[in-house]
């Protein structure tokens, strides 16, 4: 009789061993082991194939996890993209909070937007027996990354932990997960609505990317053009990264491209504090010739010069709501939550000039 292959389906409850992900990758164990226990430097190619080896083999380091379902780890898990943004701060302080307050521990990792990474650290985390993975931040919306999640939330239930996605949308229906969100296309509407109602037709927006937050942000920004019957302007839209140096590289290209516009909606308060740089050095006045406003509401908006308008988003609670919903399922049967988000307005947004108005046509 044919032996099925390892990590096939009729395997059963069979559990794939160091081994078989060695021959699959073709590597020695040894380099499974460094690989995957992150203990010593491995080559990019042949560390992604270790990895890609073990995910099809629904590989875990420690054989042993599935025996220790009952044990407890008394630990949860923060996993983000890097430690320096101000938003993954603030939410990493009530996810830190409620963990306390529930008698856990809170580990913080990091991916650097690395897929494979993260892939690592959730099995990582799966050997430890954490009682939660909290991803924060978003996601890349493709259908093999969607597949691999779904197949993560499913390992992580089995392992008696639980998938937390805070500040992402749900992976889909009856998978074993908790969501944590927040109205990131409402927000935008409201965002773009707001600066509509003051005169502003040719908006600029910076920041749009492939990620789960910038699709459903320029959405909002989409319905709210088609609801006052103006037309999408491509050539407005920007892409590029969250960050500062992006905000004030985009504004310099915007303003010596000849484009014309009257306001500023950056994704990220991060973007809108290199747009208002860039503006200011161009000789630009915030807000009597151009608004600038920006979505997150980090306390850097209020020290940024104009005060920046922006969009709040309850950061704490919602790390407090992803420890809290996770640790408690019994008590909290509905594991699904998105909070609302505000406009908060402040000094860097205004009606647009009579001039402005009759040139932006």
Known sequence: MKR??????????????????????GVSTATVS????????????????VQRAAQELDYVLNAGARGLRSTNSNTVAFVVSDVKGPFFSLIADGVEQQATAEGRLCLVCTTHNDPD???????????????????????????????RMVKLAHALDGEGSRLVLCGRPSLGPDIPET?????????AFAMTSYLLSLGHERIALLGVGDHSTA????KGYHRALDGRGLTFRPELVVPGFHTREYGYQATRDLLESGQDFTAVFAITDMIAAGALKALREAGVRVPQDVSVVGYDDIPL?????????????PHEELGRAAVRLALNRNQHPVQHLKMGV??????SSGPVSSWRAGTAR
């Open 215 to 218: 699709v459903e942000r320029i």
């Open 179 to 187: 969501v944590v969100e927040y109205d990131n296309e409402g927000g």
């Open 34 to 49: 460094r690989v995957l226990g992150g203990t010593y430097p491995v080559a990019a190619a042949t560390r992604i194939r």
């Open 4 to 25: 099925p292959a390892a990590g096939s389906a009729d395997d059963g409850n069979k559990r794939a061993t160091v081994k078989e992900v060695a021959a699959r990758a």
């Open 301 to 313: 908006s209020l020290d940024l010069t104009p005060e920046l308008t922006t969009v709040h988003v």
């Open 117 to 147: 990474r993260e892939l690592a650290v959730i099995n990582l985390m799966r050997e430890q027996r954490v009682e939660a993975v909290i991803l924060v931040g978003g996601a890349i919306q493709t259908p093999e990354y969607t597949e």
């Open 342 to 347: 505000h406009v908060a307005v402040r000094e």
